[in-house]
């Protein structure tokens, strides 16, 4: 299954999203520059990596969708091509419109680098089709502005049609107040698009996806992502 | 042409003046003189320290790039070395913290990468006053931030250091910056200008007027009007110099690459006249030609600017329009402005016309050296304490607990959780631990990083103290597992013409290379920083000792939380009757005294052989090093850190609370498996390290009973829960509220 990660200017996950999916799924990945643009059909999933892309300046994502290379991602993802924004990717995504919402720089105005626990919302997406509903899974977070707000409206739906992939919780899997570290609405951690072939969200799987690391708690994520992709192949939706 | 009164104001005395004068054979000019005044400041010239850090050993088998880089090199086998260094942004903090902290990281990552190095770490170093006054608070919450902002935007991890409190750096506090590299042996790039004919580049940041005399600043004492110094200060822009770094190290794949340097203090002049010096060569530059930001900029200013994010790169000739390539790709500028010559002198033109013509030795090297003497200052000798005046105070629990809290002790956690410490997914060990580990892919091997410095050691005994901190950065890796390989130094003294100040920076410095020789760990490279000082007073001499350790096995590494219940505790090493300088004695009783306790070189040496020796045979849960607090805050960092408590009985025929609280040295607590120990005991005897089972590793509670001669003289006896709200949250509490 074949990845592309995108570097824009500043990104500095692109590696560690590189890395996981070549060297610990063991499958294809490329770097593609935001400057060249692709073909839908060249990739399976695109992983928008974190980072600071072109230095936060304006707004967080601002800038980066213009890059010739987000063409190409919208382009991808019409055709319903996995789409994976981390950090800064899923910031990127909800400055470009492909995910609702807006966010906010943390409720203390702090940088916040150490683990969280999240609940996982939905289990009905090529995402995380294998974690269990409602399972705590332990991630780390490193983000200055995941402070996620949408309207009342909009987080209603998101709720309705299960698309919150992520809230933040305690060990024991209670979403309260406490948990919350950035002052995300609803604790929400993580979002899908409509058509569930796009997530964002702030924590870092690609950190915790190793033994030598002291967590894999991420490394499901990617696995559920080839899971969905084989049993299309086989079942011979895609090819 | 400038005369003695212009050289006066640029930091130069009559004597280097009139030396001028003679190497030029004339008077200079403006431009000239504005060039020797940064290039001999003690920032550049280090003209104070130079005979004195000779005393430092420097080599070694696996040394491959000792100091006179811009950063020092280790050999870690398999084709890879660690490229590294740490070095001071303390003037600039003291009056603009935020962006005093970034451009002090900013300069450290770029010496790193202008070896030809992929940055992989970050540390940082530091000292302020005593938390509760608000004007460190600011200071703290500045430097911080200012850390974090560009370690978190380049995606280096921020994955250790220090942070101490005393009054002592109230006025001046301490920001020393480390970053660590990983290269391959033919990747290196050094800092030369050879080959006349050869272009000059300048890559990266337009030029402006922030940060001139920046160098000079940092070359002089505090006071009040240094706020004035502001705009001395330069502004940091991590966007920038992540571009930069992905560019250089594009770069450094092309033969044709002759030469990078990072432009630092003293910007341009630095930069030219320093890889011109090591190749023998000189250079001549068009200032006409160098991008700027601000329109009418004279030579004077373009030459000394600090502007950040540039660097030097110099290339065979014919190469500059490859050089150009690699740049537009990352939108930067890269712009020839000079060639490499044959007649040793850096010219500088504007537009054609010669606005500055000096040799590039005298800039570089010529600096006439300060035969500095020191003398023995009076305080050292008024030092002791006559412990039996001191009462035993009755509720042991209650000092066990007002030391967890004390802002020296309790957990950094609201500190390094402001650093991203977990991108590049190579930290193995996370900040909080005695050392950090990262992991290098590809190979099985990991490095453990850690810097160590107790400035109240130094004060009181600078010799001790300086010994002390590499003995305690060594001990820090080795309890992590690591064979500790290299020392980077950062030495921040107050002013060097004051006999006292000096003879603490020459004790520091012989401590340092008695303990760096008989540990094996040469000095790779490092920065001086005098004139931490203000009116009132100078901070404590604080030789920052940074060190790197190798694993060749990262599986095997060791941490200091007690993992499992059941497992016995032991300590490796002597107890010692020593409560001189213990963060006890400052908190409990007022007192900043006593003598810092010795390291016995040669049993330091056993203790951490055998303590290596033991997590490489997979014999031990846990270790961890004694040091501020001593031993029973010890044994509760490895509870707090487990989760977990301890239950043990110690024999003593000292006080009780010299037992507990003093800071002796060469200990080790680890915990392992009962079955285990025969096997440790063996190891131990063998190594001729002494060795004593304190107890067992117990569930939630802490209980220490310490007896002399079958009578018990001390008790202690606290929930983990309660040592862990009062550690944790301390920081946070004092610097929030």
Redesign the interface.
Known sequence: MKCAVIVF?????D??CY??WR?VLGQPAEYV?H?DRFSPDDFDLIILP???S????LRVGAIARFSPAMASVYRAAEKGKLILGICNGFQILLESGLLPGAMMRNEDL?????DVYLKVGTVDTPFTNLYRRGEVVRM?I?H?EGNYYAGRETIERLKAEGRIAFYYCDRNGMVTGDANPNGSLENIAGILNEGKNILGMMP?P??CA?E???NTGGRKLFESILDYFEGRVKSGRQG | MAGRDDAKKLGLSDYEYEEIVKTLGREPNNVELGMYGVMWSEHCSYKNSRPVLKRFPTEGGHVLQGPGENAGIVDIGDNLAVVMKIESHNHPSAVEPYQGATTGVGGIIRDIFAMGARPVALLDSLRFGEPDDPRVKYLLKGVVSGIADYGNCMGIPTVGGEVYFNEAYRDNPLVNAMCVGIIRHEEIVRGRAAGVGNSVMLVGSATGRDGIHGASFASEELSEDSTSKRPSVQVGDPFMEKLLLEACLELRKNRWVVGIQDLGAAGLTSACSETAARAGTGIELDVALVPRREEGMTPYEVMLSESQERMLVIVEKGHEEDVQKIFEKWDLHAVKIGTVTGDGMLRVLESGRVAAEVPVKSLADGAPVMKREGRRPAYIDNTDIDYSRLEMPSNLNEVLLRLLSSPNIASKAWVYQQYDHTVRTDTVVSPGSDAAVLRIKGTRKGIALTTDCNGLYCYLDPYEGGKQAVAEAARNLVVSGARPLAVTDCLNFGTPEKPEIFYQFEKCIDGISDAAKALGTPVISGNVSFYNETKERAVFPTPVVGMVGLLEDVERHCTMAFKKEGDVVVLLGLNTDELGASEYLKQIFGIQGGRPPRVELEREKRVQQCCLKAIELGLLSSAHDISEGGLAVALAESCIAGGLGFKGEIHTGFRADALLFGEGQSRIIASLPQKNLSTLIELAEELGVEITVLGFVYPERMDITVKNDGSITGRLSVSLEKMTCVWHDSIKRKVEE
């Open positions: 200017p500043g990104s500095n996950c590696i560690d890395h996981v060297n520059f400057k974190g980072g600071f072109y230095g936060d300046y702090k940088f916040h680098c150490h780390p490193a200055g870092h690609e950190r190793e030598i690391l002291g």
